[in-house]
């Protein structure tokens, strides 16, 4: 059983920043992409990041140049670092685990920004 726990949600001003955390347990390969999805009110879910276990890393449009994701693969943690916050990034906030059989999320955390 694999459970990806998040943390680090909250409420910020415009332009402001917060780290999200999500950390794995479980068996985990260490074959795996492990990424952040977002899902806000009338809104499709989009990808937000997703970094492979080489650190390769990919970035929705909308975040690019602005969110950084990182991951410490020997605490199966992944990281989401995101700055200039804008109110259009309000939304859940998913952790999601790929080990290319099943697939996990994270129950979700609340990110709200303020204009």
């Known amino acids: 059983q694999v459970l990806l726990v998040e943390s680090g949600g909250g409420l910020v001003q415009a332009g402001g920043s917060l780290t999200l955390s999500c950390a794995a347990s479980?068996?985990?390969?260490?074959?795996?992409?492990m990424g952040w999805y977002r899902h806000a009110p009338g809104k499709q879910r989009e990808l937000v990041a997703m970094i492979t276990q080489d650190g390769i890393k990919e970035y929705g449009d909308s975040v690019k140049g602005r969110f950084n994701i990182s991951r410490d693969s020997a605490k199966n943690t992944v990281y989401l670092q995101m700055n200039g916050l804008k109110p259009e990034d309000t939304a859940v906030y998913y952790c999601?685990?790929?080990?290319?059989?099943?697939?996990?999320w994270g129950q979700g955390t609340q990110v709200t920004v303020s204009s």
């Open positions: 479980g068996k985990i390969f260490s074959r795996n992409i």
């Open positions: 999601h685990l790929d080990t290319f059989g099943p697939t996990y």
